[in-house]
């Protein structure tokens, strides 16, 4: 059975919460992040060199990195579902949704957590963060215009994408981005994403 080394209040949620929208079975082994550092404990190394989190175990094989797993999962375990058939121009596009989440839009996002804990020494790269950061939420809120999910119908790619709106609701960066705060409610509306909750836990992005 896939196990998914889940690290609380991480982005490993979004595992838990795919493989409950596709109904597959699985096992969470659970970790906890270092109360005064928020690091992971270093078990997870004994999973992969780089003791991240998520982490999957599938047939003997451990395979890490947000959107190497979620590709994964969907081909293995998906049966066709929540991605657009292979070899379609919707594919194409949803393979670009699902590499964009972690290959730039979270950039910004995760530099200007850094810099926050920096106070007055980030002056100088502040506005250059905020900028991008505008940019690339601009870019998915004009992308969801008129449209329930990032596709129209729900994929893989939302789940993926769904932690750069939830990073961005934190930050207080959506007041004036109105299709990412009501795709991020209607995501958090669904059944597998509270199902996810309650076997994962609640985590905080504040």
Request: hydrophobic fraction near 40%; charge should be negative.
């Amino acid at each position: 059975m896939l196990v998914v080394h889940h690290l609380n209040n991480s982005r490993s949620q979004r595992i838990l919460w795919l493989l409950e929208e596709l109904g597959a079975p699985y096992q969470i082994k659970a970790y906890q992040r270092d109360l005064t550092t928020n690091l992971a404990p270093p078990e997870l190394e004994a999973v992969h060199p780089l003791g991240k989190s998520p982490v999957i175990e599938d047939d003997g094989h451990v395979i890490a990195e947000s959107g190497a797993v979620v590709d994964y999962i969907v081909r293995k375990h998906g049966g066709g579902r929540l991605a657009p058939k292979p070899g379609t121009w919707d594919h194409e596009a949803y393979l670009e949704w699902l590499h964009y989440a972690e290959g730039s839009a979270m950039l910004p996002l995760m530099i200007n957590l850094y810099i926050m804990r920096l106070g007055d020494a980030a002056a100088p790269l502040k506005p250059r963060v905020d900028s991008e950061i505008d940019r690339h939420l601009g870019y998915v809120d004009k992308a969801l215009a008129g449209k329930d999910y990032i596709l129209g119908d729900f994929t893989a790619a939302d789940v993926q994408l769904s932690f750069a709106g939830e990073v961005g609701r934190a930050f207080g960066r959506l007041e004036t981005m109105p299709n990412i705060r009501a795709w991020v409610e209607r995501l958090h509306d669904r059944p597998a994403f509270k199902a996810s909750i309650e076997k994962g836990g609640a985590y905080n992005l504040a």
